[in-house]
């Protein structure tokens, strides 16, 4: 399970990585993020009911996301928030590619990785 110190959790600090962050995507996902004044990286999962309307299928992309994210906390790059919000594609594919996926879109845009 994530830590509460790197979720992002307050209304607040959503509506400011929505209106000044910037973003990078893949067909998977788009990755919100904005600098922080912190020193770790704080993060949130975006499922909406467009990708399924079943809350056990969103739940379980959700818990997925935060198992490759936990898994490489120490290499994602501290000082920034990210909201990771997915697209229905993500259904499609299995976990192993999904972190494959998600490593080298961070790494490709010097984020750092995230998990082996």
């Known amino acids: 399970m ?3 110190k790197y979720r992002l959790t307050k209304r607040k600090d959503f509506e400011n990585v929505f209106t000044n962050g910037k973003f990078f995507y893949n067909q998977y996902v788009t990755v919100k993020y904005l600098k922080n004044e912190l020193d ?3 993060l949130a999962f975006v499922v909406s009911n467009k990708i399924s309307k079943k809350a056990v299928e969103r739940n379980k ?4 996301l935060r198992a490759i994210f936990y898994s490489g906390l120490k290499e994602v790059r501290p000082g920034f928030d990210y909201v990771v919000i997915v697209k229905a594609t993500i259904k499609e ?3 192993a590619e999904m972190r494959n996926d998600l490593t080298s879109l961070f790494k490709a845009k010097g984020f750092g990785w995230l998990g082996n």
Not at 61 to 64: L, M, Q
């Open 2 to 4: 994530l830590p509460k």
């Open 40 to 42: 770790l990286p704080r």
């Open 61 to 64: 992309i959700k818990r997925r």
């Open 93 to 95: 594919i299995k976990f």
